[in-house]
């Protein structure tokens, strides 16, 4: 079982920004894609950005333009979040995938932004 650990989280003001870093096991995740999601209160879980072992990335429609996921080693990920809107308040979960294998997920960070 792969863990992921998480930091970053916080409160801040609408137009602000945020840094959140993934980190596990390089030997294992340098196979995987990583991701992030996350789940605002009532609504399911979606992705909001990935980065493939090559450094693809992609983006939901609602953060293209402010968020940014970049891929800093083999056993870190970050996701850079600038122009916050309210509506980006959520649990924010990194994720690591990788075909055939079970995923792996962090234990969440909350993500609160004020109007």
């Known amino acids: 079982q792969v863990e992921l650990l998480e930091s970053g989280g916080g409160l801040v003001q609408a137009g602000g920004s945020l840094r959140l870093s993934c980190s596990g096991p390089?030997?294992?995740?340098?196979?995987?894609?990583m991701n992030w999601y996350r789940q605002a209160p009532g609504k399911q879980r979606e992705m909001v950005a990935r980065?493939?072992?090559?450094?693809?990335t992609t983006y939901a429609d609602s953060v293209k333009g402010r968020f940014t996921i970049s891929r800093v080693n083999e056993w870190t990920a970050y996701l850079q979040m600038d122009s916050l809107k309210p509506e980006d308040t959520a649990v924010y979960y990194c994720?690591?995938?990788?075909?055939?294998?079970?995923?792996?997920w962090g234990q969440g960070t909350q993500v609160t932004v004020s109007s």
């Open positions: 994720n690591a995938d990788r075909l055939g294998y079970n995923d792996a």
């Open positions: 390089g030997s294992i995740l340098r196979f995987y894609r």
């Open positions: 980065v493939t072992r090559n450094g693809t």
